[in-house]
């Protein structure tokens, strides 16, 4: 009988926050014992694992600051030869550029996502509409050919 070998996946984790350290998040996944590997980068961490291992990896590590931690699904596990550095020149991986431009963006996204978790309105609510008044609008028209 032979036994089935588990999907093995690969996430980013991307931390986008003042509070929780790429360096804390790994420190929290070798704690907890799973069997993964863990690369640090620059953004976050790379995870591979088993998939049942890096869903409850990722949820544990989105739990330290939700709303500034995201996790990004990568095609190719940690030095995959398609996608590693060193054996591709040093140039950087195809999709580098566009995850650099993502991770600009996730400050605004976690502020949103904080806002909206504090049930304060992302936007003032507009004024009910009404109809201008005959006399405002010869006010508005009178100012502006004075100027």
């Known amino acids: 009988m032979t036994e089935m070998k588990k999907e093995e996946i690969t996430k980013y984790i991307v931390i986008s926050s003042d509070k929780v350290l790429p360096s804390d998040a790994a420190m929290k996944i070798y704690e907890s014992e799973f069997p ?15 998939r049942e291992d890096i869903m409850a990896v990722v949820e544990k590590i989105r739990q330290l600051d939700k709303n500034h931690i995201f996790i990004k699904d ?20 195809p999709g580098f550029h566009f995850l650099r431009e993502e991770v600009g963006m996730l400050p605004l996204i976690g502020a949103a996502l904080d806002e909206l978790e ?24 009178e100012a502006e050919l004075s100027r």
């Open 36 to 50: 993964v590997t863990v690369k640090e980068t620059c953004f976050g961490l790379v995870v591979t694992g088993s």
């Open 74 to 93: 990568r095609g190719f596990p940690v030095g995959d030869e398609r996608r590693c550095r060193a054996t591709r020149g040093g140039s950087p991986r």
């Open 118 to 141: 504090a049930n304060k309105p992302l936007k003032k609510k507009p004024k009910e509409k009404s109809r201008l008044k005959v006399s405002d609008l010869e006010n508005i028209i």
